[in-house]
């Protein structure tokens, strides 16, 4: 392709869209395990709560 520089655009622009897959699968695996841990928390709460209500 065009060689601006000595920089390859083709190349410049594949090293670009691998970091941006790649913070983008980073974040999303930090966003899924934020709400699977909120999830847990959030289930023990009505879990003990159900036990509460039941036991007295």
């Keep these: 392709m ?3 520089s000595g ?3 083709r190349f410049a622009f594949q090293k670009l ?3 941006i897959g790649l913070v983008a699968l ?3 695996s ?3 395990l934020v709400r699977r841990q909120a ?3 959030a289930y023990a709460g ?3 709560d159900g036990l ?4 007295g």
């Design 2 to 4: 065009v060689n601006y």
């Design 7 to 9: 920089v390859d655009l």
């Design 17 to 19: 869209c691998f970091l």
């Design 26 to 28: 980073l974040a999303g």
């Design 30 to 32: 930090a966003l899924a």
């Design 39 to 41: 999830g847990d928390f």
């Design 46 to 48: 009505r879990y003990t």
């Design 52 to 55: 509460d209500g039941l036991l």
